[in-house]
């Protein structure tokens, strides 16, 4: 079955505590993002990357990590959490820079305390 | 200003009933409309695309864009309980997608 996981679904953590959020998918899919759903704000990129080791900055990237060292998989990091960055987080795949599909993961509700 | 403006609801139908819901934009760029859907303590999925202006039907679902007045709009007939979901409209330009916040339509039995 085609699909994007994240591991974990649910994370409650305190402040300044390194995490790493997984991320994997199992299409081949070249372009992967990250994005934060806040009430009212929406889906918003954190990061996104078009193929291994070629990453770039979305529109809120202060706090996070991202590496690509392998086509399937996209972990996203926060070195120091801040409650600030307590939200609802999806991974997301498309095929390549031209699809306009996006699979998106079940997504990791964080808390940071 | 947001890009992608999206009323965030929460609307509520009767079963059966004509649903409407609308996103206006900002960046003339756009050229691809997508409508999502979420379900609860799920990512969202992809309903519909549109490129550039014009109308495309799925079923019950028609998604409709007028590039002249910078308006994106989903339209469900017959609407059932099983539509009752968060319906996110994104536009894209270049690269990347942007979201409109959501609209959560319940679908009353």
């Known amino acids: 079955e085609a699909q994007v996981t994240q591991n974990p679904r649910y994370l409650i953590t305190v402040t300044g505590k390194k995490l790493t959020v997984t991320c994997s998918q199992n299409m081949n899919h070249e372009y992967m993002s990250w994005y934060r759903q806040d009430p009212g704000l929406g889906l918003r990129q954190i990061y996104y990357s078009m193929n291994v080791e070629v990453t770039d900055k979305g529109d809120v990237p202060e706090g996070y990590k991202v590496s690509r060292k392998e086509k399937r998989n996209f972990p996203l990091i926060l070195e120091s959490p801040s409650p600030n960055q307590t939200s609802l987080y999806f991974c997301?795949?498309?095929?390549?820079?031209?699809?306009?599909?996006?699979?998106f993961g079940p997504g990791t509700r964080l808390t940071v305390t | 200003q947001k890009e992608v403006e999206q009323d965030p609801g929460p609307l509520s139908v009767p079963e059966g009933a004509i649903v409407s819901l609308n996103c206006t934009y900002s960046?003339?760029?756009?050229?691809?409309f997508m409508w999502y859907r979420q379900y609860s303590r799920k990512g969202p999925e992809l309903l519909m695309y549109?490129?550039?202006?014009g109308n495309k039907e799925d079923g019950r679902f028609t998604a409709q864009v007028d590039k002249s007045s910078k308006y994106i709009s989903l339209f469900i007939r017959d609407s059932q309980p099983s539509d009752s979901a968060t319906y996110l409209c994104?536009?894209?330009?270049?690269?990347?997608?942007?979201f409109g916040p959501g609209t959560r339509l319940s679908v009353l039995p």
């Open positions: 549109t490129y550039s202006s």
């Open positions: 997301a795949s498309r095929a390549g820079t031209g699809a306009y599909e996006q699979y």
């Open positions: 960046n003339s760029a756009f050229q691809y």
């Open positions: 994104a536009a894209r330009g270049g690269q990347n997608f942007v």
